[in-house]
């Protein structure tokens, strides 16, 4: 069965950088676009960023653009999210989550990761 | 970038309510939009794609409509384990957008 787990959060002073992972199973990886979406405390969804299944188009928010990379090693089924720059309003539960169709960078998100936390404080 | 409005923000319904939800974008969108229930401390589910394509193994008193700017999210007969957060996503353009959410509680 599909399973994305989540890994690498923790707690970071501002400024300072923390790489995600999420692990994958169950499923062709190299086929699927791969996005990462979080959640601030008590808040909403925001989407973050996206991968391609080849890894060759990436897109972010503007929040993170410039400070967070996301990339992936499909020869690992592993999707990671380099944050650098960390600031207060970074802290958030981050997921990763699959979309529906092969090859498509958009659509409907049919399997997430459990979360990871990162909190951003001194 | 594409702004989701979604309505209300909160609510309270009897167990076997019908419960409705909107949803707005600032652009047509055709029929690309999808919702979510969030469960507290989960990863949301996707309960509806495109509008109106519910999920297989979904329960049937979920249902989606509309196109466009203007969509409706419904649940009839709401039931005690509906509680949760409910978001409408849209996937027509980059950056995929979420509406605000709505949290759904029983009486």
């Known amino acids: 069965q599909v399973q994305l787990v989540d890994s690498g959060g923790g707690v970071v002073q501002p400024g300072r950088s923390l790489r995600l992972s999420c692990t994958a199973s169950g499923f062709t990886f190299s086929y699927f676009g791969m996005h990462w979406v979080r959640q601030a405390p008590g808040k909403g969804l925001e989407w973050v960023a996206v991968i391609s299944n080849d890894g060759n188009k990436k897109y972010y928010a503007d929040s993170v653009k410039g400070r967070f990379t996301i990339s992936r090693d499909n020869s690992k089924n592993t999707l990671s999210l380099q944050m650098n720059s960390l600031r207060a309003e970074d802290t958030a539960v981050y997921y990763c989550a699959k979309i529906v169709g092969q090859w498509e960078l958009r659509g409907s998100f049919d399997f997430w990761g459990q979360g990871t936390l990162v909190t951003v404080s001194s | 970038d594409i702004q989701m409005t979604q309505s209300p923000s909160s609510l309270s319904a009897f167990v076997g309510d019908r419960v409705t939800i909107t949803c707005q974008a600032t652009q047509d969108i055709n029929h690309y939009l999808n919702w979510y229930q969030q469960r507290p401390g989960k990863a949301p589910k996707v309960l509806i794609h495109?509008?109106?394509n519910l999920e297989r193994g979904v329960p049937s008193r979920f249902s989606g409509s509309g196109s466009g700017t203007d969509f409706t999210f419904t649940i009839s007969n709401v039931q005690p384990e509906d509680i949760a957060t409910y978001y409408c996503?849209?996937?027509?353009?980059?950056?995929?957008?979420f509406g605000g959410g709505t949290k759904v509680q029983i009486k």
């Open positions: 495109d509008a109106s």
């Open positions: 996503q849209q996937h027509d353009s980059l950056p995929l957008t």
